[in-house]
């Protein structure tokens, strides 16, 4: 999968309904701390616009000109604090960070469960105390890995000259953290390059929560919208938290895989079948006042905005005969590519097969039929047709 995403939180706040939301799943759902007790890997799908609307064609691989692009969706053990000192399931879900490239946190905007995720009444905790928890976990989790051997390896560095951002790195390779993130950070931060020894704990706790920002962006899921008290919505808004229902989206995803309504996930409405019952129709409608008010579930918002706006990710759409839009066999738009914004057609072509990679000649924008420099930097939405030696 090109991208990962970890779905993180303290037990209870809806993790695992977040995860069924997005990959309509079956995973165990329950109203008591650790009904997740190993990571589930699934697959969820970005939305956007099918490129075969603007080219009047009928492609086959999406849903009425919504095209969905897979990407990789981990539901991580519940997380408590202190959970870098090994309490709880704070390694298994450590480890799991690892494989992410960035992280919904999901709070139980409710406030109905307390810091640990037990149950308590509604409106009895604080959920803007939540947030803070889960960076100071990820940072702390970094300094760990990085204090181990700092006296060592920082007495190597002045001693043997060894590159700093290079010997950093190599520590915190397990922790998915790579040269890149060490010398943005390091840039940022005003510490005494050439005496690493003398860093004091509190500056390499600095350090560490940098490259946890650097290489591990995160958004806020404000869950339970649908329960909570619209102060505490409101509060959580203004932090920066996209508010959602997990609950609201499986309910629909549910309903339109039975027929009983049609649902496009992202939508802020669907259509009811005219055979339902009252007590189904009663539901429903509850349901829609809910996305009609915040513009949708929340749930495809969260995975969109991590995907294009934290990873800075463009999709394209490559394509073997650039006058029909096809592949060999003649299927329209077959395949969707996640890249970085940056990428060139080349990077494309080592997407679709290290061979067409290493045997590019050149590449075409199926649209205009023009050919592309070495240096064009993909768009989002482009179709591209990659021209390489057999
Ligand atoms: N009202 C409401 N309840 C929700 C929503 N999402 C989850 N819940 C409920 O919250 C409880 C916990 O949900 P889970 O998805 O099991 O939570 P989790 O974070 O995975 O919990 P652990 O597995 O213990 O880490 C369950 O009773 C869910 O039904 C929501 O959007 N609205």
Not at 348 to 375: C, E, N, P, Q, S
Request: aromatic share 6%; net charge positive; hydrophobic share 40%.
């Amino acid at each position: 999968m090109a991208v990962s995403i970890a779905l993180a939180g303290k037990p209870n706040s809806g993790k695992s309904t977040f995860f069924k939301a997005t990959t309509l799943a079956n995973v165990e759902i329950a109203n008591y701390p650790f009904t997740t007790i190993d990571a589930n890997h699934g697959v969820a799908y970005i939305r956007t616009t099918c490129p075969c609307v603007g080219l009047n064609l009928k492609c086959g691989n999406c849903r009425d000109g919504v095209r969905f692009v897979p990407i990789g969706m981990i539901d991580v053990a519940g997380l408590v604090p202190e959970a870098h000192k090994g309490r709880g399931l704070g390694n298994a879900f450590l480890d799991n960070l690892r494989q992410a490239k960035a992280i919904i946190h999901v709070i139980d905007a409710s406030g109905g469960t307390d810091i640990e995720g037990n149950p308590v009444s509604v409106g009895s905790h604080d959920p803007l105390e939540d947030i803070k928890f889960l960076e100071h976990e990820i940072t702390m989790w970094i300094f760990g890995i990085l204090k181990r051997n700092w006296d060592r390896l920082s007495r190597k560095i002045q001693a043997e000259g060894l590159k700093l951002e290079e010997t950093i790195a190599g520590q915190l390779e397990g922790a998915g953290i790579r040269e890149s993130h060490v010398r943005t950070a390091l840039a940022k931060l005003k510490l005494p390059r050439d005496k690493p020894h003398v860093w004091t704990d509190e500056q390499i706790t600095e350090l560490s929560d940098m490259l946890r920002a650097e290489s591990k962006p995160l958004i806020i899921a404000a869950n339970k919208i649908d329960m909570a008290p619209q102060q505490n919505i409101e509060r959580l808004v203004k932090a920066g938290a996209i508010p959602v229902s997990a609950a609201a989206e499986v309910a629909l995803r549910l309903a339109d895989k039975s027929g009983a309504v049609k649902y496009i996930p992202g939508d802020n409405d669907f259509i009811e079948s005219p055979d339902l019952s009252d007590a189904q129709r009663e539901a429903l409608l509850k349901i829609r006042t809910l996305i009609k008010k915040n513009n949708g579930t929340g749930i495809q918002r969260c995975v969109d905005e991590t995907v294009f706006r934290l990873l800075d990710r463009i999709i394209v759409y490559p394509v073997e005969d650039e006058n029909r839009f096809t592949d060999k066999s003649g299927r329209i738009l077959p395949d969707a590519f996640l890249l970085k914004r940056g990428s060139t057609p080349k990077d494309l072509a080592f997407m679709v097969h290290t061979d067409i990679g290493k045997g590019f000649l050149y590449a075409v924008d199926a649209r205009t039929r023009m050919r592309l420099g070495d240096k064009y930097e993909l768009k989002n939405g482009d179709i591209i047709k990659i021209v390489a030696v057999k």
